[in-house]
């Protein structure tokens, strides 16, 4: 029988593929450890029912020997490519997100800067599988929270709008409305912030 084995993502940016073998194979379970897009590297904590090892050095590789011993490797991307190209390949897109501003009061109109936010948007869907968007909306604090509430909600509504006649299906699209609850930039009650008066958009 083959000694058990668990991993424990220590940092969250720890991406790792873990190959798995049947537990009459003679060969070692596997992980390597990915860096992130952006680079960034976790760490795994690697344990068997008498072992415990750490990973944090991207493209390290952790084999978990039949007996429970743990052998860590050094790795590169060549290598990880040429093993698991086809697993990576299969991987759906890591989520994406968009803020588009708009002008003051207004559920329609689209401040000026965010023209290249929604084309970059569009560029992004044109080539996402299946994608599913969740779009929120936001204002800064002038107003009642009721009044805020409705204008959240119907700025959603808004990007939705442009994001169904972009071609994607109502159904793969959730709309909420946070009002002025969750500013990016905090002022006094009353007070207008361009940058607080957005929609987010987050595909994944």
């Known amino acids: ?52 090892q750490v990973i944090d050095t991207a493209y390290a590789q952790a084999s978990v020997a039949k007996n429970g011993a743990i052998e860590v490797t050094a790795g590169n991307p060549s290598d990880v490519q040429e093993r698991y190209g086809d697993l990576l390949a299969a991987r759906p897109p890591r989520p994406m997100t968009f803020t588009i501003n708009f002008l003051f009061d207004s559920a329609t109109q689209l401040a000026p800067d965010s023209a290249a936010t929604v084309t970059q948007l569009k560029t992004a869907l044109a080539t996402w599988p299946a994608p599913h968007l969740t779009v ?36 793969q699209i959730e709309t909420a409305g946070r009002g002025k609850r969750e500013p ?15 929609v987010v958009i987050t595909i994944q």
Not at 143 to 152: A, C, K, P, Q
């Open 136 to 171: 929120v909306g936001h204002t800064d604090s002038p107003g009642s929270v009721e009044f805020n509430d409705r204008l959240s909600m119907r700025r959603a509504q808004t990007v939705a709008a442009l994001l169904i006649q972009a071609g994607i299906p109502a159904r």
């Open 1 to 52: 029988m083959k000694a058990p084995i668990w991993s424990d993502w220590s940092r969250p940016a720890a991406l790792i593929i873990a190959t798995c073998l049947c537990a009459c194979s003679s060969t070692p379970d596997k992980i390597t450890l990915l860096p992130d897009p952006g680079g960034s590297v976790g760490a795994v904590v690697v344990k068997s029912i008498n072992n415990t």
């Open 184 to 198: 990016i930039v905090r002022t006094a009650d009353g007070v207008p912030s361009q940058v607080n008066r957005r």
